[in-house]
């Protein structure tokens, strides 16, 4: 089976950085896409950054500017840098990857931003 490992999660002050990673592991021969995607508290899961097999990135207008998707195919691995970090922001995340037509979900990983 085809899994995904989170990680980088934590809690965080107002202003700071966290980096967030997700391995995936098992029989994969190629990734199509991978995202991230957020859910808060009483709130619908939304999508935050995605980035095409092609290395075409897009953001959702809530972090365009200071968040920063990026992969590493070498390690089946997608990152999250995320800087200027707000309350708003706290949720957990979940990122996805799109492997021969079928959609694969991390565990999720809690990101706390408070002072």
């Known amino acids: 089976q085809v899994r995904l490992v989170e990680s980088g999660g934590g809690l965080v002050q107002p202003g700071g950085s966290l980096r967030l990673s997700c391995a995936a592991s098992?029989?994969?021969?190629?990734?199509?896409?991978m995202g991230w995607y957020r859910q808060a508290p009483g709130k619908q899961r939304e999508s935050v950054a995605g980035i095409t097999s092609a290395g075409i990135t897009n953001y959702a207008d809530s972090v365009k500017g200071r968040f920063t998707i990026s992969r590493d195919n070498a390690k089946n691995t997608v990152y999250l840098q995320m800087s200027s970090l707000e309350p708003e922001d706290t949720a957990v995340y979940y990122c996805?990857?799109?492997?021969?037509?079928?959609?694969?979900w991390g565990q999720g990983t809690q990101v706390t931003v408070s002072s």
């Open positions: 098992g029989s994969i021969f190629s990734i199509n896409a």
């Open positions: 996805l990857f799109n492997i021969a037509k079928l959609h694969y």
